[in-house]
């Protein structure tokens, strides 16, 4: 049970709860009230409910805890969100954009797909899923519209340039761009760091400003999330 619910100091759409043995958890308010995506906890407070946000489930959570400068996502925005998954963390972005915004899910895997159609988009009528492959943007052209944020958690190589083909197609100037990048997938022959400072890299070259990089130890080990602004133009 939550004895009070506060806004987060910096982030709209996201919360604070006060839980009754003294420890503060994020959450964000649910959307679809009643039911949860993975056995999160429900809330209430003030005649609103909520979903506690798990930071070991969900690395945009673990970059709030970690300080991040910016999240950029907020109410009523339209977000494209490239590896969504079983739908996590999208949940709590189709939360945090409400009923006004909308969260475009692009997911390659066909089980994964199903899960996130039938279990969370089924119950969510700001997301969009899309089966289809992140590398190949112009395929799923005709399904998103301008955004004004891109989250990318593909976990595969090339990640930076996969980001710059989407934002280059969907993303407005100065947009934002929350990109998960996890060492280990990208090349195992280097070390995290050197995997990290080439993703920046190509992000830079192809018309971001990074303005943040979030170590997310302990919550995800190899991880860093990456915060940038799309400015356009690039090599």
């Known amino acids: 049970m939550a004895v009070e619910v506060v806004e987060h100091e910096r982030f709209r759409g996201v919360y604070w709860a006060k839980l009754e043995d003294g420890s503060r958890r994020?959450?964000?308010e649910n959307l679809a009230p009643g039911k949860t995506?993975?056995?999160e906890?429900?809330?209430?407070?003030?005649?609103?409910e909520y979903r506690l946000w798990d930071s070991y489930r969900s690395k945009l959570a673990a970059s709030i805890v970690k300080d991040i400068s910016n999240i950029y996502i907020e109410p009523r925005h339209r977000v494209l969100y490239l590896g969504a998954?079983?739908?996590?963390t999208a949940s709590h972005v189709s939360d945090i954009v409400?009923?006004?915004?909308?969260?475009?899910?692009?997911?390659?895997?066909?089980r994964v797909f199903r899960e996130l159609l039938n279990n969370v988009c089924a119950f969510r009528q700001n997301m969009f899923p899309i089966l289809a492959d992140a590398r190949f943007p112009e395929r799923y052209r005709h399904l998103v519209t301008m955004v004004d944020d891109i989250y990318c958690d593909i976990a595969q190589p090339e990640q930076a340039k996969v980001v710059i083909a989407n934002a280059r197609m969907f993303l407005r100037l100065g947009g934002g761009l929350l990109l998960a990048v996890k060492a280990r997938s990208i090349d195992v022959t280097k070390t995290p760091t050197e995997v990290f400072r080439r993703e920046i890299e190509?992000?830079?070259?192809?018309?971001?400003?990074?303005?943040?990089?979030?170590?997310?130890?302990?919550?995800?080990?190899d991880h860093v999330m990456v915060a940038a602004r799309y400015r356009g133009g690039g090599s």
Do not use: M, Q
């Open 85 to 88: 998954a079983t739908g996590t």
């Open 41 to 48: 906890k429900l809330v209430r407070f003030g005649g609103k």
């Open 202 to 221: 190509i992000l830079e070259s192809g018309g971001f400003e990074v303005e943040d990089v979030a170590h997310l130890e302990p919550f995800d080990r």
């Open 26 to 28: 994020l959450a964000t």
């Open 37 to 39: 995506v993975y056995r």
């Open 98 to 110: 409400g009923k006004e915004g909308k969260v475009f899910c692009v997911e390659f895997a066909p």
